[in-house]
């Protein structure tokens, strides 16, 4: 009867020290050192743009079943009788001028302008309206400058095309005036002419020589340029 106390077998003992072992071990815990990744450097976030900007305009060039799932499908709520009143527009001081200056700018026509600007086309027509061949750094600089608006609020966005677009103005017309009118050069009339009275004035007729008209022109051109001669 003295086998019913008998020990266990050899072969059980190292199996039991093993699964000990591996229970003590899997309560132990675990320390990690977590990996920082490198932020990413400037380059790579405008090329990430730009390939983002590429996609979009690949989107709307071929239209497919991606771009139209970003339109949501259930169409929006009404708005609340509350909100239904149209928002007051805030007075302001600025005039007329610097009221309508632009607050939006496409990103896709500017680089599309931009595009043209560098192909045969777009030289082409700089030669024949300008009769020279013209850089495309400015509008390359508009491109850059809509795509750099992206990542602000809207408010901020809208202030800094419209100072834009106020720079390119002055640039444009000189001066720090914005919006100069024809009255600076050309003095405005005070009342409507009647039918007959424009151009009409009667002129004298011219009896002399050609020669002797070319000179008297050029002495006039000279004497309004340079002054009268005491």
Request: aromatic fraction near 10%.
């Amino acid at each position: 009867m003295g086998w019913f106390f008998a020990s266990a077998s050899p072969a059980e003992k190292p199996a039991a020290q093993t699964s000990s072992t591996s229970a003590g071990d899997s309560s132990k815990p675990t320390s990690t050192i977590p990996q920082s990744k490198p932020a990413p450097s400037r380059e790579e976030l405008a090329d990430k743009e730009l390939q983002k900007f590429l996609q979009e305009l690949e989107a709307d060039t071929h239209p497919s079943s991606t771009k139209y799932n970003r339109v949501p499908q259930s169409p929006p709520s009404e708005p609340s009788h509350s909100s239904s009143e149209a928002p007051s527009i805030p007075e302001t001081n600025e005039p007329l001028s610097s009221q309508l200056l632009p607050i939006t700018m496409s990103c896709r026509d500017a680089f599309d302008s931009a595009f043209y600007c560098n192909s045969i086309g777009g030289q082409f027509m700089n030669l024949y309206r300008y009769g020279e061949a013209r850089k495309c750094s400015d509008k390359w600089a508009d491109f850059w400058f809509c795509m750099k608006t992206r990542g602000y609020p809207d408010h901020e966005k809208a202030k800094m095309i419209k100072s834009r677009y106020a720079e390119k103005e002055r640039q444009k017309y000189g001066g720090g005036e914005i919006g100069k009118s024809s009255e600076d050069v050309w003095r405005g009339r005070e009342k409507r002419l009647e039918w007959g009275e424009a151009f009409c004035q009667d002129v004298e007729e011219w009896k002399g020589e050609d020669d002797e008209w070319r000179k008297m022109e050029r002495t006039r051109r000279e004497t309004r340029r340079n002054g009268p001669v005491d």
